[in-house]
């Protein structure tokens, strides 16, 4: 069964920066890429970060040079430190593999306060 359990969230002043991580069980991490979606209320869902398996990364044009993903395949885990943080940036974050879907699973709620 995947599993893919988010932590890391919080409320932050605007500036201030947080770490996610996402631990992965249930497949094999080497062979799927991975990435951070966000969903804030009454938003639809959106892709924000990417990492292949060869850790090429892409970012969503709003979080470029703020936001760094980046994984340990040892540990299972996909990271994602974000810095310069925005109340825009107020969302719940979920962690993604390549067989899941956008969205899905408990998440991690970031707030970002003015």
């Known amino acids: 069964e995947v599993q893919l359990v988010e932590s890391g969230g919080g409320s932050v002043q605007a500036g201030g920066s947080l770490r996610l991580s996402c631990t992965a069980s249930g497949f094999t991490f080497d062979d799927s890429g991975m990435g951070w979606y966000r969903q804030a209320p009454g938003n639809e869902c959106e892709l924000v970060s990417t990492?292949?398996?060869?850790?090429?990364?892409s970012y969503l044009n709003s979080v470029k040079g703020r936001f760094t993903i980046s994984q340990d395949k040892a540990k299972n885990v996909v990271y994602l430190q974000m810095n310069s943080l925005k109340p825009e940036d107020t969302a719940t974050y979920y962690c993604?593999?390549?067989?899941?879907?956008?969205?899905w699973g408990q998440g991690t709620q970031v707030t970002v306060s003015s």
């Open positions: 993604a593999a390549s067989m899941t879907s956008p969205c």
């Open positions: 990492i292949s398996t060869y850790s090429d990364t």
